[in-house]
């Protein structure tokens, strides 16, 4: 166990439809990351945030979006679904937002977009 | 651009060792591994910094070649339980906007028989 939570587990939606993601961090870490797993893509980073502020942005597709809130949880909102949204979606957190830090990753959240 | 690993799959036998490469086109700041089983979160092995600082497990061991930008993780004395996809993920020297953006490869598949 990492230490990250996130909610849901599972999630199951139709196409067109709005989701949110929810992560805790481990306790003490003010960093946390966004990644998508798919089959096709493999495991790619979409966006970092460090103690509320938006820090690094990957291939973050403009449906979507992210914020880290003062209690230092992130949620990611996910909207306009299109099945190939359908994918694991991980947080990770890390202890600060330097180049070196370790990325703790949590269980994750299943999307299927029907 | 996403680092490259080889090989794409392993099967060893108990006992056996192994070996899993990760090169990268850009200058690298960090090497991080992980260990990530289906359906589950990767789970962190080992990190390597630039100028030679190591941070993970103490039964894995890994190198990062900071002039070829290559890295490799050594598995000796394999388990069942090592069986599972090891990813790379790698940290740009470049800073900047870059951050913790960790660039995963594509996964090495790895198999252990009793």
């Known amino acids: 166990d990492s230490g990250v939570t996130q909610t849901p587990k599972h999630l199951i939606t139709a196409t067109g439809q709005r989701v949110t993601l929810r992560c805790s961090p481990r306790?003490?870490?003010?960093?946390v990351y966004w990644y998508q797993q798919s089959l096709d893509q493999g495991l790619q980073f979409l966006i970092q945030?460090?103690?509320?502020?938006?820090?690094a942005k990957g291939n973050i597709l403009e449906r979507f979006s992210a914020q880290q809130f003062p209690d230092l949880h992130s949620e990611l909102n996910l909207s306009s679904l299109e099945l190939g949204d359908s994918a694991l979606y991980f947080c990770?957190?890390?202890?600060?937002?330097?180049?070196?830090?370790?990325?703790?990753f949590g269980p994750g959240t299943r999307l299927l977009v029907l | 651009q996403q680092p490259v690993q080889s090989p794409q799959a392993v099967i060893l036998r108990e006992g056996e060792d192994a070996v899993i490469n990760c090169s990268s086109s850009?200058?690298?700041?960090?090497v991080h591994w992980y260990r990530q089983k289906h359906g589950e979160a990767p789970v962190f092995l080992m990190i390597?910094?630039?100028?030679?600082e190591q941070k993970g497990h103490e039964k894995i061991s890994a190198s990062f070649n900071e002039k070829k930008q290559q890295s490799s993780l050594y598995l000796t004395a394999s388990q069942l339980s090592y069986s599972g996809t090891y990813f790379c993920?790698?940290?740009?020297?470049?800073?900047?906007?870059?951050?913790?953006?960790?660039?995963f490869g594509q996964g090495t598949i790895l198999t252990v028989h009793p």
């Open positions: 306790s003490g870490d003010l960093s």
């Open positions: 993920g790698t940290v740009s020297s470049a800073g900047g906007t870059s951050y913790g953006k960790l660039t």
């Open positions: 850009k200058a690298l700041y960090s």
């Open positions: 990770a957190s890390s202890g600060s937002a330097g180049l070196g830090e370790t990325q703790y």
């Open positions: 390597l910094l630039k100028g030679g």
């Open positions: 945030y460090y103690n509320g502020e938006e820090r």
